[in-house]
């Protein structure tokens, strides 16, 4: 089962770059949470927390786009350097002035200097393994080893926040972040030969230009949707375990949530698919709306981590599918950034879900974020199969790049 994966990180420089990506996102999984957990204790309010970490992810979902446009244009390293040094700088800052009582403007904009230079991390790797490999099959199965990573990642980091913030302090849980968004990234940037070549010529439009293929805009539509059912579901989950007198335990219950992913993404990555991409993108997406709307339902922190795992099944496929689209959408000189607008698509939901589940939670509790998580969830139904028609048909512009697809020679 593991050949696949042996496979293509036996080429040259790929185990080290995939190994510092997944140290250097890190911070993915723990700095919505840990600003949740740290401002809703340190101000008694789930409703500030989660505008205070949407301001992070709005901030990132509205940047990072930029910057990878400019990672296209100059290169990883000359962009991503400053950029993750003054990201690591504004979330210690963040730390310091909640750990003092500070204003609440000063939260909001050290949170958002924080978010709008912190990049797509995920982005940067995805483009270095399409640089890095030629066979369609192998860039299918490494990008869902980086699915598999990424859950990883969402395992570990809620736990270990959760864990940190709530047994020694508030703000604690927001210190690791700092240091892996450091030592990852810039071990990461500074893997120079693997780094793909700058190509000016492909990046000289628009700064929406990206963006002109039909097929993108129904993704970036899903990707905010499905965001919007996780950052709920973190403010809600943290809000039920409270409610059950468990509050340390939102963590493990989280992970449960990204384990189910993870074990997905492994298995996923190992087939090659006879359905066409476009159409397991959309099954996906169904199957994780189901799942998620019967976390309302759930009684008990063991129901809903039980229905968490089974429901994360359907996480890895829709991002490694969703992902595996944009190859087929935007040219290959503007990867980073097309694959850059669905990862903050998804920060962008993240944000407006935790920050709608938050002000929902301080009037209603648990159940209100849940409620949000459902809404959520039908959205995203409703926009994935609104647009599977044009998914269907591809891009409407020649940027489509047939035989780099994900999906290409799938059988």
Not at 119 to 140: F, Q
Not at 244 to 260: E, N, T
Not at 340 to 351: E, I, K, N, R, Y
């Amino acid at each position: 089962m593991l050949q696949p994966y042996r496979t293509v990180l036996s080429r040259p420089g790929t185990l080290a770059f995939s190994a510092a990506g997944v140290v250097a996102r890190m911070p993915m999984s723990m700095v919505a949470i840990g600003i949740v957990l740290m401002v809703s204790d340190l101000y008694g309010s789930y409703g500030l927390a989660g505008q205070v970490a949407a301001a992070h992810v709005v901030a990132h979902a509205v940047c990072a786009p930029q910057l990878a446009r400019l990672v296209d244009r100059h290169g990883q390293a000359r962009v991503m350097r400053p950029a993750v040094t003054f990201a690591a700088a504004s979330l210690a800052a963040l730390v310091a002035v909640a750990s003092v009582g500070g204003p609440v403007p000063l939260l909001f904009l050290t949170a958002a200097l924080s978010g709008a230079t912190a990049g797509s991390v995920g982005a940067l790797v995805r483009a270095r393994w399409s640089h890095a490999l030629d066979d369609p099959r192998e860039v299918h199965t490494a990008y869902s080893l980086e699915s598999a990573l990424d859950e990883l990642v969402f395992v570990v980091g809620p736990i270990v926040v959760t864990l940190l913030a709530t047994t020694l302090a508030p703000q604690s849980g927001l210190v690791l972040p700092v240091v892996a968004m450091l030592l990852g990234g810039l071990a990461f940037l500074a893997q120079r030969r693997t780094e793909p070549p700058t190509a000016l010529h492909d990046v000289s439009g628009g700064r929406l230009d990206v963006l002109r293929s039909a097929g993108m805009i129904v993704l970036v539509v899903v990707f905010v949707a499905m965001g919007a059912i996780f950052g709920a579901t973190d403010v809600a989950t943290v809000a039920f375990a409270e409610e059950q007198g468990r509050k340390g335990l939102a963590g493990v219950v989280l992970a449960a949530f990204a384990l189910g992913s993870l074990l997905s993404g492994l298995g996923y990555g190992v087939r090659h698919w006879v359905a066409p991409l476009w159409r397991r993108f959309v099954l996906s997406v169904v199957l994780l709306a189901l799942g998620v709307s019967l976390f309302f339902v759930v009684e008990s922190l063991l129901a809903l981590a039980a229905v968490m795992f089974v429901t994360g099944f359907a996480i890895a496929p829709s991002l490694i599918t969703g992902n595996g689209l944009v190859q087929e959408l935007v040219a290959p000189g503007r990867l980073t950034e097309g694959l850059t607008w669905v990862s903050t698509a998804l920060g962008a939901g993240v944000a407006v879900g935790a920050s709608v589940g938050g002000a929902l939670i301080d009037r209603d509790g648990a159940s209100g974020g849940f409620l949000v998580v459902v809404a959520a969830a039908v959205t995203a139904v409703v926009a994935a199969l609104a647009g599977s028609r044009t998914l269907r048909r591809g891009p409407g512009s020649p940027g489509r790049t047939t035989g780099s697809s994900v999906g290409a020679g799938s059988a």
